[in-house]
């Protein structure tokens, strides 16, 4: 797994490539913090090419998004991967933020 941050004035793009499990999902939590601690007020998550995300990585995107969006923040998913649109729908995320296939 991969995981590509770019922030830029008030947009944060993230690109996260691969399987994101328990075992990585540290990477994860350390790039959303610095998304949290930057000025951004936009999180753009690009996962067309992450193939499956975990149950702990659900939960650390959802603690972020309940953070982020305390401080005015908004999250959307850009481009995503079929199995895990799949899997956000399922899980009703997309009630929660923009996902678009892509």
Not at 52 to 59: A, C, K
């Amino acid at each position: 797994m991969s995981i590509e941050l770019n922030i830029d004035k008030s947009v944060a793009t993230m690109k996260i490539e691969g399987i994101l499990n328990s075992e990585n999902s540290y990477v994860l939590q350390e790039k959303l913090t610095e998304v949290l601690n930057s000025d951004a007020t936009l999180l753009e998550l690009d996962l067309a090419e992450c193939r499956n995300i975990s149950s702990t990585g659900i939960g650390k995107i959802l603690l972020f998004f309940k953070d982020f969006i305390g401080k005015n923040g908004e999250v959307e998913v850009i481009r995503c991967s079929k199995s895990v649109y799949e899997l956000f729908s399922m899980l009703k995320l997309n009630q929660l933020f923009t996902i678009n296939l892509g």
